[in-house]
């Protein structure tokens, strides 16, 4: 099972980002799918989940308002559109899957390696 994460970067205060994750075939199609992200000097925490039928979503209070999490069955593909984006969402995101993923790290199995996003003020 291999996730790749991609589209992070460096963007003003204010700006927009969409981050993308691409999955096997058998992930995507079976598995619920989730965007974490880890801060410098910080745990990695919850930013947002995807069921695997695309129906439930859920967001961390943080960015509830501003991400929007989706998937495209078609191009085995999640993403995270990042809105409205400050300086304290920078970190390292990372994508990952499971059966039962929620909104809990130790709910997934299988991690992608991280994409970078810099937000400058």
């Known amino acids: 099972v291999q996730l790749q994460a991609s589209g992070g970067g460096l963007v003003q205060a204010g700006g927009s980002l969409r981050l993308s994750c691409a999955a096997s075939e058998r992930t995507f199609t079976s598995y619920a799918m989730g965007w974490f992200r880890q801060a410098p000097g910080k745990e990695r925490e919850f930013v947002a989940h995807i069921s695997w039928t695309g129906l439930t979503t859920d967001y961390a209070d943080s960015v509830k308002g501003r991400f929007t999490i989706s998937r495209d069955g078609t191009k085995n593909t999640m993403y995270l559109q990042m809105a409205s984006l400050k300086p304290e969402d920078t970190a390292v995101y990372y994508c990952?899957?499971?059966?039962?993923?929620?909104?809990?790290?130790?709910?997934?199995?299988?991690w992608g390696q991280g994409t970078l996003v810099t937000v400058s003020s």
């Open positions: 990952a899957a499971d059966e039962r993923g929620g909104t809990l790290l130790s709910e997934y199995e299988f």
